[in-house]
């Protein structure tokens, strides 16, 4: 059997080092944030790498961008792959880009071989798998899976109140939305290529992990409202502070997920803003958001349910307001065992140790699993590290990463079942 190229570890290294240059934090650090100036180079540089891979380029009305290479029989649907490009404010530079900069490294090494697989496969670069800008993750993928209808995608609105289609114009993306969501069948398969995020590929030296499931995530955003006034004038006795009812329903949200039975459950307050934010004036207002997941569907639920009654106290105990807004609480996915099979089998034959795994993170995988048979490859970060700068992996696990999706996606193509 004929196998792809081997990837060379150092030039997709290069790649993603010259793609970190596109980013509106300093050096080490990148941020890309959906539809900004930056944003859009950072993509056409990634538009160009895969041109020189031989690659066709199809962007839909939102922006994802589908980089394909031919198979010999047009009339099969594709087998698919791809992460995104976007980076939340202070991160590093293997978050998403490591999917989509590998996948164009395996399709190109399975061209290079001179194979030809039956099915196309494509590599989709998602839009805004992150939600720094309108507040919920994976927006692209999402709406091509038929998971945000349209009127939702344009009801959002960003930080600065700008609605979603006025800057997706701006950016350059015109068409209806209702054209990106995909008709049922269009993916034979989808595995998508990322960094662990997490400890455990590092701490059992195992190079590659086999993802089993991808957690269920939910998030949320809290404004409570109390009563302003002057810091010096107010008597204790008679505050409605709204930032203390915030510091209790933060401490609430780390006791709910650490009480959890699964000892899986995770629950981040990230954003905190105060108002008015005078040094010398009692907050009459904060807003919050709350993400919250766990691999176990219940237990997040558990820990919400605790999290709605510490949310009671807060508003009976200091006479505070309290709105809690779900942005999205998602269910897990569960991977398609041919296809967690199929990375094994493709690790074990490339001489690489593997293991399974669930995903803490949720991933453009979590939607493409409602269209098509899922799966992922996970590569080590060191340290566990990610969404901060010092976020690493090196460049030969990353290549590696890449072999092993290559195959996995020569395997996919070629076969009839997922
Ligand atoms: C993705 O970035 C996540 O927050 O899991
Ligand atoms: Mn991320
Ligand atoms: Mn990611």
Not at 83 to 98: E, K, M, Y
Not at 280 to 303: F, K, S, W
Request: with cysteine.
């Amino acid at each position: 059997m004929k196998t792809p190229a081997s990837i060379d570890a150092e030039r997709l290294d290069g790649w993603s080092r010259e793609l970190a240059r596109f980013s509106d934090d300093p050096a080490p650090a990148v941020r890309r944030v959906l539809y900004t100036p930056t944003d859009l180079e950072g993509r056409a540089y990634v538009h160009g790498l895969a041109k020189d891979a031989g690659l066709s380029l199809r962007v839909d009305p939102i922006g994802n961008a589908f980089y394909r290479l031919e198979g010999t029989d047009p009339s099969l649907p594709a087998v698919a792959t791809g992460s995104h490009l976007d980076a939340i404010p202070n991160a590093g530079r293997f978050d998403g880009t490591v999917g989509v900069l590998g996948g164009i490294a395996a399709l190109e090494s399975i061209a290079r071989a001179g194979l030809k697989p039956k099915r196309a496969i494509e590599v989709i670069a998602f839009t805004s798998e992150e939600p720094t800008r309108f507040g919920i993750g994976c927006v692209g993928s999402r709406l091509l899976a038929g998971a945000l209808t349209p009127d939702a995608v344009r009801a959002l609105r960003d930080g600065e109140g700008r609605a979603f289609e006025a800057v997706r114009a701006e950016a350059g993306f015109s068409g209806a939305l209702e054209e990106v969501v995909l008709k049922p069948g269009h993916f034979h398969a989808f595995v998508e290529l990322h960094v662990e995020q997490g400890p455990v590929l590092e701490r059992e030296k195992v190079a590659i992990g086999a993802v089993t499931a991808i957690a269920a995530p939910a998030s949320y955003e809290i404004t409570i409202r109390g009563e302003g006034g002057h810091a010096g004038g107010a008597l204790m006795p008679t505050r409605r502070d709204a930032l203390c009812g915030a510091a209790d329903f933060v401490l609430a949200v780390e006791r709910s997920a650490k009480r959890s039975a699964t000892g899986d459950t995770v629950g981040t307050v990230g954003v905190c803003r105060v108002f008015p934010g005078a040094v010398n004036g009692i907050p009459n207002r904060v807003e919050l958001t709350l993400d919250l997941r766990d691999t176990a569907l219940e237990a997040r639920d558990a820990a919400f349910a605790q999290i709605e009654a510490a949310i009671d106290t807060i508003r009976a105990e200091r006479g505070l307001t309290v709105e809690l807004r779900t942005l999205n609480a998602d269910p897990p996915a569960t991977a398609d065992a041919g296809i967690v099979d199929a990375v094994e089998r493709s690790a074990a034959a490339l001489g690489l140790s593997s293991m399974r795994l669930p995903s803490r993170a949720y991933h453009d995988a979590l939607f493409l699993a409602r269209v098509a048979p899922m799966g992922m490859v996970f590569v080590p970060s060191a340290g566990g590290l990610s969404h901060r700068p010092d976020e690493h992996t090196d460049p030969e696990e990353v290549a590696r990463g890449a072999e092993v999706l290559a195959r996995t996606l020569l395997h996919l193509a070629e076969g009839d079942d997922a």
